[in-house]
């Protein structure tokens, strides 16, 4: 089955600097990135996703870029703010109906 | 995008009760799917729930311990039978907002704690 990796696990930045979340992924047939925040005592978010079939793609101050043939993608996000605060999860998925399988998360603190 | 709401939001129960988890969409959806997010970890799939067929567990998760109804389109439910200690998770469901597109949505979770 899949297996996605994410790096690292806790990160911390100033307040306005960038922070870089990465994954890998094993399956060739995974077609499907979403990227997902999670903030305490609430659900997963979805926040950005990419498809197998674009490189990049931004929304504000979040990008996600997707590298097919080395089998990973990373969220970028820029001109971090202290309400960025929250753990990040990566996901893999090969279609409509099948499961996603899950990074282990990141953690990440914007400090003001 | 979908709105979905989970009762209670919260529990603490005794071991060797049983909880039964509410999960409400506000439309219409063919996939469901409930998580498992044990204290500080990721999310694992316990299983999805199709209206209409039987719950698709997943490797590690048994009916006798999860059992899923999905009477309709906008519900389902799941009980955590029989509850030890290490049943003490944050359970989630999400939903495929719609058969053309894999994007899934979670709701707010319910916080278990099992003594």
């Known amino acids: 089955g899949e297996n996605v990796e994410q790096h690292p696990s806790t990160l911390s930045v100033q307040e306005g600097d960038s922070a870089v979340i990465k994954c890998t992924y094993s399956?060739?047939?995974?077609?499907?990135f979403p990227w997902y925040k999670q903030e305490l005592g609430k659900g997963p978010q979805l926040i950005i996703d990419?498809?197998?079939?674009?490189g990049e793609k931004k929304d504000q101050r979040i990008a996600v870029t997707l590298n097919k043939t080395a089998k990973h993608f990373s969220l970028h996000i820029t001109e971090t703010q202290p309400e960025d605060s929250a753990v990040y999860f990566c996901a893999a998925s090969s279609g409509t109906g099948n499961q996603f399988y899950f990074g282990t998360g990141t953690s990440l603190t914007v400090i003001p | 995008s979908a709105v979905i709401s989970q009762k209670p939001s919260r529990d603490i129960c005794q071991r060797g009760t049983s909880l039964t988890i509410q999960c409400q969409v506000d439309s219409q959806v063919t996939m469901m799917f409930w998580y498992r997010q044990q204290p500080g970890q990721s999310l694992t799939l316990i299983a999805t729930a199709n209206q209409g067929s039987e719950a698709t567990y997943e490797s590690g998760f048994v009916i006798d311990k999860f059992p899923i109804s999905r009477p309709n389109l906008t519900f389902s439910t799941l009980t955590v039978s029989n509850m030890s200690p290490e049943d003490s998770s944050i359970y989630l469901c999400s939903v495929e907002a719609s058969g053309r597109d894999e994007t899934q949505y979670f709701g707010p979770g319910t916080r278990l704690l099992v003594l």
């Open positions: 399956d060739s047939a995974s077609n499907y």
């Open positions: 990419i498809r197998s079939n674009v």
